[in-house]
């Protein structure tokens, strides 16, 4: 069964940090690059951050280059979203997604997970 779950949402004040993961499973790991993107009520679904299959290359967004940062987690299979100097418009629904560069379509998509930054 394949699957993308995320973790490490909650609530946090203003300049505070989380780590957000993904965890896949039931596919190729090694063959995906893994994209977050996150939503907020009433805007559409933004592009985060974004790292390649050989690692070879990370993406973020301009709003929140220099705050955050993508690596592959230690644990197997998993992509982690390291977020500093939180702010209160990165409030939203984050999601992982998988897919394969020059496909033009994210093959896999997490549920989602609910960070809320406020004081």
């Known amino acids: 069964q394949v699957q993308l779950v995320e973790s490490g949402g909650g609530l946090v004040q203003p300049g505070g940090s989380l780590t957000l993961s993904c965890a896949a499973s039931?596919?190729?790991?090694?063959?995906?690059?893994i994209a977050w993107f996150r939503q907020a009520p009433g805007k559409e679904r933004e592009g985060v951050a974004c790292?390649?299959?050989?690692?070879?290359?990370?993406t973020l967004a301009d709003s929140v280059k220099g705050r955050f940062t993508i690596s592959r987690g230690n644990a197997k299979d998993t992509v982690n979203l390291q977020m500093n100097s939180l702010k209160p418009e990165d409030t939203a629904v984050y999601y992982c997604?998988?897919?394969?560069?020059?496909?033009?379509?994210?093959?896999?998509w997490g549920q989602g997970t609910q960070v809320t930054v406020s004081s």
């Open positions: 790292i390649s299959n050989a690692d070879t290359i990370t």
């Open positions: 997604a998988a897919f394969k560069y020059g496909s033009g379509h994210y093959d896999y």
């Open positions: 039931g596919f190729r790991y090694d063959d995906y690059a």
